[in-house]
């Protein structure tokens, strides 16, 4: 069996507090895989001693001069990473990372393993867990994949195959949702493995709710529109058809003729249905040429 070299990268903004446990969790199990491997920080321009411990602690430290959001960190791992297998986690404590060998071996098989989070010792807020709930419903639904847990940050991929779509990949929460997708709308196996997912260790999360609900639903629109936008048109159009055979027919029987407010909604019906197919006109002539 071909020995594995894989790339862990973990961002990391005012986490001084874990960050330690975290690089030492992450070496003490990919010393033990008996897997190369090298061990990336990107300090996403801390205010607190995040960097300061890293570096002390001997890993690759890349310091970004502002902060620019954990997407972006991840991404500064990606560029800088030097083998082609790619592991993420987060600084904060919260990830099983004893886990990380486990997830590298299924690839090849896989093109990406998610650390779901979806195990027996899961601590997640309510307040996190509602809004991401109907998000990846929403995901299910436009991929027509069962997604068990959209934007976990313990994955391993293929480096490869995920800077085909770096021009996709937000600087923000939503990089983990975003990428998920990208590999789930092209074709490339996607494992999801159950997980434990553990209460903070310290510091302060920078997830904001409704912040970051809105860019998470913002960007898998936007992503399904790239990829598939007649997922996105389709049940538009079908709505905006029946409500206007409704008026159509309200119309005939009540006043013998149709409307001005009838006749506004099929022309919206008929200019949605044209415009969802000119998307999947030009999505499909790009695939051509990207290929």
Request: net charge positive.
């Amino acid at each position: 069996m071909e020995k594995k070299m894989i790339s862990v990268i973990i961002p990391v903004y005012n986490e001084e507090e874990s960050i330690a446990h975290d690089i030492d969790s992450v070496r003490k199990a990919m010393d033990a895989s008996g897997m190369t491997y090298e061990l990336i920080v990107i300090d996403d321009a801390s205010l607190d001693k995040s960097g300061e411990i890293a570096k002390a602690k001997g890993v690759k430290l890349i310091t970004h001069p502002v902060n620019k959001g954990v997407g972006a960190a991840r991404k500064t791992g990606i560029l800088n990473a030097k083998y082609d297998i790619v592991a993420t986690t987060d600084g904060d404590g919260t990830y099983p990372n004893h886990e990380m060998p486990g997830l590298a071996r299924l690839i090849g098989e896989y093109d990406m393993v998610v650390g779901a989070r979806t195990g027996p010792n899961v601590h997640v807020s309510l307040i996190r867990w509602l809004p991401k709930f109907l998000i990846r419903k929403l995901a299910e639904y436009l991929t027509r994949h069962k997604i068990p847990d959209l934007n976990s940050g313990l994955r391993v991929f293929k480096k490869e195959t995920a800077l085909k779509y770096f021009y996709l990949l937000p600087d923000s929460h939503s990089w983990e949702s975003t990428i998920t997708l990208s590999f789930l709308f092209n074709g490339h196996p996607v494992k999801f493995v159950p997980v434990d997912y553990y209460k903070r260790m310290g510091g302060k999360s920078s997830f904001t709710p409704f912040r970051d609900t809105y860019n998470y639903i913002s960007l898998i629109v936007r992503t399904v529109m790239y990829f598939n936008p007649l997922r996105i048109f389709i049940p538009l159009i079908a709505a905006s058809f029946v409500l206007s055979m409704l008026k159509f027919i309200f119309d005939i029987f009540a006043y013998r003729h149709l409307s001005q407010t009838g006749i506004v909604m099929m022309t919206f019906t008929f200019n949605t249905m044209m415009i969802g197919l000119l998307a999947d006109l030009i999505v499909t002539l790009s695939r051509k040429t990207r290929t």
